[in-house]
């Protein structure tokens, strides 16, 4: 049995990929009950030591959460840390404290060259950047005013001294091998067929005798291109 804070976790409804009741996300459907954890991504309680009592599982992340227990009895859920251990300590401060595994503080008082994750966008926000399992951004420049830093997917950012971000990399979760078709069909994701095996009349690359390719660029039901568009905002 997965164990759980019951008073961190809420009910998240499962609209299955639908919007007004017409499907708006493809191969998503209903899928087995669970609990959405309440994470503290803001981590503002200062000079507090909190204590990791325990790594929880997450039916929403790919990455465990780990417990912690503040010494005023607060308790909160947290990514887990690469290198977080059950019974120790961490700590959140916008002054200079240790920059150990899993200590969040403000990217003013990080040496360069440090590993980092759950970073925030601006100050006081909430960590938006490096939350997924096994990730990590590195410190590359600050100076008085921004500093600058590369995501995982080595796009470089710049953000203001005073956003707070976690020491250490995420803690890398091993992938769970599916055994049979069910197990995905368990987390909400419905079969998949390919648009070349399909009639004309279900999409564009659908149609011809035998295996044909479609006589196209590979694309989407409604002919937006599938490979190497572009679809991010300027």
Not at 64 to 71: E, H, M
Not at 181 to 206: F, S
Request: proline share 4%; aromatic share 8%; charged share 30%.
């Amino acid at each position: 049995m997965n164990k759980k804070n019951k008073k961190l976790c809420v009910f998240k409804k499962n609209n299955s990929g639908r919007s007004h009741g017409k499907i708006s996300v493809r191969h998503k459907g209903c899928c087995h009950k669970k609990l959405y954890r309440k994470i503290d991504f803001l981590r503002i309680k200062d000079d507090i030591n909190a204590k990791i009592i325990r790594f929880d599982y997450d039916p929403y992340r790919n990455v465990k959460l780990a417990l912690l227990n503040y010494d005023d009895g607060e308790k909160k859920y947290i990514i887990k840390p690469n290198e977080a251990k059950i019974n120790s300590f961490i700590v959140s401060s916008v002054n200079k404290i240790n920059l150990f595994s899993g200590n969040v503080t403000i990217i003013k008082n990080i040496h360069i060259g440090t590993t980092l994750s759950c970073i925030e966008k601006f100050p006081n926000s909430g960590a938006i950047f490096s939350r997924s399992s096994g990730t990590e951004s590195e410190l590359l420049f600050k100076d008085n005013y921004f500093a600058l830093i590369r995501l995982p997917s080595n796009k470089k950012i710049k953000l203001s001294l005073y956003c707070r971000a976690t020491i250490g990399k995420i803690f890398n979760e091993n992938k769970k091998k599916f055994y049979k078709a069910g197990q995905k069909r368990w987390k909400g994701i419905k079969p998949t067929v390919r648009g070349v095996a399909m009639n004309p009349v279900d999409h564009p690359l659908g149609g011809g005798e035998g295996k044909t390719s479609g006589g196209r660029h590979p694309c989407s039901p409604f002919g937006q291109k599938s490979k190497g568009l572009k679809t991010k905002k300027k």
